[in-house]
């Protein structure tokens, strides 16, 4: 959404934090069940991506608390099972965070030089999961630079030394940092290029007065089960307050008015009665089970990648099943010019990975290690805690970096051992500890070359051993 046109202002930003008026639920069962399943599948990812911001900008007493917003926080530490800020987490680039409120004025993100055969990125994401835009390797290089992000009602003047401006289609957004870690040692490295990403409002930039302060948030509480039920819907009108809607999506609004779903309106479950709340019990189900029946046939076979889950909204073309399996599955991933993302899910013989049944292997013919241009990495997950896997090795992953220290196969090959029981110590270089349980993996491949997006590089299977 580079350069896009600004669009009209909100009537007013009062929206946020009204009490006004229910939005009138006035469908019919049948109808509200249909739309309470597109709904759910629409507002899932919004208010799983509220989860996140609540616990890392606006819970300051929390374990995940990162910064406030429009500040930077870092994470630069070796990830290990005790960290759960996000499902799936990838252990390879430490993160930084930036929540970014947009309202009043545009930021500026300062980018520093980084050395060449460096990997980093900083993705922006939109209120619906959706990237927006990169910047670093990939889309900007390593020399760093001035960026500004704006919101959509952003009407000025683009300081001249500003490299790049990108606008949002929230007035709430995400910059997710991601600076490549090469190993233990390197940790220093990673800090100080973390010290040198820098955020400022465009006033504090360009040495002028900054504009009124936004009217305060008040920032509903999150529940245990806030995306489980039809409480989800009053979280997502909290959230759908901080944008504008597409024109692409003002029939589909209009459907969910019909619901009590509108921007800003109090969402009261208390106030529906059996037969509506029934309804959208019941729609919320079928989206799951339209969820479930896509994993299994569509993402755990491989004829969706996860990284087809993920991109701008041009890239998604309003797929709203994609956009959810991507933030049931693991937020926040990156598009696929940035990342692919291949997961083990099922072996050979279409059965879940499960360490307690069997230890399997993935074998690399010679030559068709997996092709990236800035590096790969295989990592192993619990299936039941999406975490990573407690082991006496501190083992997480395999990664491209450390092939000088496999072990290859006589042709030159590379044989890889995905088991919960410790191998011998000749092959234990090339072991990933898997969990006495079910588990999955992940090979993701940054800066992935054309063949794995056209298919011409097939990933290898993962083989249980008899």
């Given amino acids: 959404m580079i350069g896009k046109p600004t669009r009209l202002l909100l009537a007013s930003l009062s929206i946020v934090i009204s009490t006004g008026a229910w939005a009138d639920f006035t469908a019919s069962p049948s109808e509200a069940r249909a739309i309470a399943k597109e709904a759910y599948l629409y507002g899932f990812p919004v208010v799983q991506m509220y989860k996140t911001l609540y616990t890392q900008a606006v ?28 499902a799936t987490p990838n252990a390879d680039t430490p993160y930084s965070f930036v929540w970014m409120d947009l309202r009043r004025e545009p930021l500026v993100l300062t980018l520093p030089k980084v050395e060449d055969d460096r990997y980093y990125s900083v993705q922006l994401v939109d209120l619906y999961t959706q990237n927006l835009a990169y910047l670093g390797t990939r889309s900007t290089g390593n020399n760093g630079g001035h960026y500004m992000i704006a919101g959509p009602d952003w009407k000025g003047q683009q300081p001249v030394d500003i490299d790049r401006v990108i606008y949002s289609e929230s007035n709430i957004a995400y910059a997710l940092y991601r600076t490549q870690l090469f190993d233990d040692k390197d940790l220093g490295k990673v800090k100080q290029i973390q010290s040198g990403y820098k955020v400022q409002p465009l006033s504090g930039y360009v040495k002028q007065p900054a504009p009124a302060k936004a009217p305060k948030i008040e920032w509903p509480k999150p529940t245990a089960t806030m995306t489980e039920g039809p409480q989800l819907f009053r ?27 509108a921007p800003g309106a109090p969402f009261k479950v208390n106030q529906l009665s059996m037969e509506q709340r029934k309804a959208l019990e019941e729609g919320i189900a079928d989206a799951r089970a339209e969820f479930a029946a896509f994993k299994k046939d569509k993402v755990d076979t491989h004829q969706v990648s996860r990284s087809d889950l993920y991109g701008s909204r041009d890239r998604l073309q309003n797929n709203y099943l994609y956009r959810y399996a991507g933030a049931e ?8 010019d940035e990342a692919a993302y291949l997961t083990y899910l099922l072996d050979n013989e279409g059965k879940p990975a499960n360490g307690a049944r069997h230890s399997y292997t993935v074998h690399f013919a010679k030559d068709q290690l ?42 030159g090959g590379l044989t890889l051992a995905l088991q919960h029981h410790e191998p011998p110590k000749a092959e234990q270089n090339n072991w990933l500890p898997a969990p006495p349980g079910p588990f999955y993996a992940i090979l993701r491949i940054y800066l992935p070359k054309p063949e794995v997006g056209n298919g011409q590089w097939k990933l290898p299977p993962l083989t249980p051993l008899k």
């Fill in 370 to 411: 997996p092709p990236a241009d800035a590096f790969w990495s295989l990592t192993m997950y619990d299936g039941k805690t999406k975490l990573l896997v407690p082991n006496h090795k501190k083992r997480y992953l395999i990664n491209s970096r450390m092939l000088p220290a496999l072990k290859r196969d006589a042709d």
């Fill in 235 to 261: 979280y997502l009108n909290f959230m759908l307050a901080f944008t504008v809607p597409e024109d692409s999506e003002k029939d589909l609004l209009a459907r969910f008015a019909k619901i009590g779903i």
């Fill in 59 to 86: 819970d300051k007493g929390g374990a995940n608390f990162k910064a406030p917003f429009n500040h930077i926080g870092h994470t630069a530490q070796l990830l290990t099972p005790k960290d759960a800020t996000f």
């Fill in 329 to 336: 599955m693991g937020i926040f991933g990156n598009s696929s």
